[in-house]
């Protein structure tokens, strides 16, 4: 169900500045969905771990970019803030800034609208909501429970709509919209790396070799094609019904693996990698002539 929070009354402000980015003009795109990347989740943990002693919760600015086929929340900065029961201060000029440095090295990535820690929507909320509708039209509401309520890190996104008669008191009603989680393969080196400090008792682990990666990827690989052949022996001995989609996406699969001979793959993979350890030689030994050259030269 919607969460709804009444809109808390203001002093009267000067007129808006003109908004660093239109982010979400016009109706929402790609039917309501959020796609959010892992390095955001990371970043929000982060600053609410880092946050000053005595605040109860942290929030900051969602940055992205967006097409008429979804909202792709790519990163974001924390935003110094302080609040009571009776007020909220935002650093309004420090987001500023920030986004003006976030422009210079990612200038696609454009303001989305902004976050806060906690499971509620509260009333201070719409104020600062009310601050990013200047910058980004419709902008991203996205809360991360990071006090972990039912045991379980709850992430939401909503939008704003008005609500209320008019001419008389109006609010803000916040409607709740899809979260999805995607990546980059960059960012799946990461994730994968985590996941794998939940089975490890001091919650640390280390990298692996470039090698050791190769290892487990064909050990992964040999591991699919051993159930894939099992799969295909059942359906032919009539122990598994056989389904045409498993048979159709089987089929597209082995289209895609190009012909060739066992002699004709070995030639090929021992070149290439003659190549590499040459250039591997090659870059050592360049390694070495510069650093003679520096010890030459400091003599």
């Given at each position: 169900p919607p969460a709804a929070a009444p809109a808390a009354p203001a002093a009267p402000a000067p007129p808006p500045a003109a908004p660093l980015s239109a982010a979400l003009s016009g109706p929402f795109p790609g039917g309501r969905v959020v796609r959010l990347h892992p390095v955001v989740l990371a970043s929000i943990v982060d600053s609410f771990e880092r946050r000053n002693e005595g605040a109860a919760r942290v929030i900051g600015t969602l940055l992205g970019t967006v097409d008429k086929h979804s909202v792709e929340v790519t990163n974001c900065f924390s935003v110094p803030h302080n609040e009571s029961e009776d007020e909220v201060a935002v650093d309004m000029e420090f987001a500023k800034n920030m986004y003006e440095l976030h422009k210079k090295?990612?200038?696609n990535e454009i303001i989305l609208g902004w976050?806060?820690?906690?499971?509620d929507?509260?009333?201070h909320s719409v104020l600062i909501h009310e601050y990013y509708s200047r910058e980004a039209h419709n902008p991203i509401h996205l809360t991360v429970d990071t006090s972990l309520q039912n045991s379980r890190m709850s992430i939401k996104a909503y939008v704003s709509?008005?609500?209320g008669v008019p001419g008389k008191t109006m609010g803000v009603m916040f409607t709740p919209l899809t979260v999805k989680y995607v990546y980059y393969d960059t960012e799946r080196i990461g994730v994968d790396l985590?996941?794998?400090?939940?089975?490890?008792p001091n919650r640390v682990i280390g990298l692996s070799s470039d090698l050791q990666q190769v290892g487990s990827a064909s050990a992964r690989i040999q591991d699919t094609l051993t159930m894939v052949l099992q799969y295909a022996e059942d359906v032919l001995s009539g122990k598994v019904a056989a389904d045409n989609t498993v048979g159709r996406f089987l089929m597209d699969l082995i289209n895609q693996v190009p012909k060739i001979s066992p002699e004709d793959f070995e030639t090929m993979l021992n070149s290439n990698i003659n190549d590499l350890l040459m250039v591997?030689?090659?870059a050592n030994l360049t390694q070495s002539?510069?650093?003679l050259n520096e010890k030459l030269l400091s003599l």
């Open positions: 090295v990612s200038p976050y806060a820690t906690g499971h929507i509260t009333e709509a008005p609500m985590i996941m794998k400090t939940c089975f490890s591997t030689y090659l002539q510069i650093a």
